[in-house]
């Protein structure tokens, strides 16, 4: 079991905005910063959103995160095909002195 | 940057697994990252091994630590890890990873992936 809950999946049509979501605790998600990152089958994971919400160079603006208290929120906007994929976060814990990561949420472009 | 995974791809319950990630593009030693390895089982979520420093320091997932060791070859611009008494349930995609967290609990930022190398642990 993920020490970061996220749902199993989320889907929507093209052109929709769709969020994803990411709950945690004071240790983790409540004291530090939340980074997303986007997985093709097979494939790497990269990174999408760092520090909850600076986005890397090359990351559209269709992307953007937010935090509050102890969940973070990842929105895409303006939903594509390409961006069917799996979605993890993950940030640091301070109770556990490591990094811990969402179980991962698959988004189905419709 | 590059990273890329070496290593046995199947195994045998109770043996030990060694892999290597040979770093191209940037050195192990300098700079403020965490060298990482991280796996990831198949159809299912992300899982922190560990990492260390460019200071040396190493920090272990607790779940793990017992087995788990993480050393580096500055010479050779590689880091290693070593899973003692591997079981069925430590087959995964092992993937080697560089965070640019500036420093011990920071914000990870998981910006360089190895291809990722699979094991599979036979019992």
């Known amino acids: 079991q993920s020490a970061l809950t996220q749902a199993s999946s989320v889907s929507g049509t093209p052109g929709q905005r769709v969020s994803i979501s990411c709950s945690g605790s004071?240790?983790?998600?409540?004291?530090?910063?939340v980074s997303w990152y986007q997985q093709f089958p097979g494939k790497a994971p990269q990174l999408l959103m760092s520090?909850?919400?600076q986005r890397p160079s090359g990351v559209p603006d269709r992307f953007s995160g937010s935090k509050s208290v102890t969940s973070a929120s990842l929105a895409i906007t303006g939903l594509q095909s390409d961006d069917e994929a799996d979605y993890f976060c993950?940030?640091?814990?301070?109770?556990?002195?490591?990094?811990?990561f969402g179980g991962g949420t698959k988004l189905t472009v419709l | 940057v590059q990273l890329q995974e070496s290593g046995p791809g199947l195994m045998k319950a109770s043996e030990t697994l060694s892999l290597t990630c040979a770093v191209s593009?940037?050195?192990?030693?300098?700079?403020?990252?965490?060298w990482t390895w991280i796996r990831q089982p198949a159809g299912k979520g992300l899982e922190w091994i560990g990492h260390?420093?460019?200071?040396?320091?190493?920090d272990y997932n607790p779940s793990l630590r017992s087995r788990v060791t993480i050393s580096f070859d500055t010479s050779k611009n590689a880091f290693f890890l070593k899973l003692v008494s591997v079981t069925a349930s430590d087959t995964a995609v092992y993937f080697c990873?560089?965070?640019?967290?500036?420093?011990?609990?920071?914000?990870?930022?998981?910006?360089?992936w190895g291809l990722g190398i699979l094991v599979t642990v036979s019992s």
């Open positions: 990873v560089r965070n640019s967290a500036a420093f011990y609990g920071a914000t990870p930022s998981f910006d360089s």
């Open positions: 593009g940037a050195s192990i030693s300098s700079g403020n990252y965490h």
């Open positions: 260390f420093y460019t200071t040396g320091s190493i």
């Open positions: 004071r240790s983790n998600i409540g004291n530090n910063g």
């Open positions: 520090r909850t919400s």
């Open positions: 993950a940030t640091w814990d301070d109770s556990l002195g490591g990094v811990v």
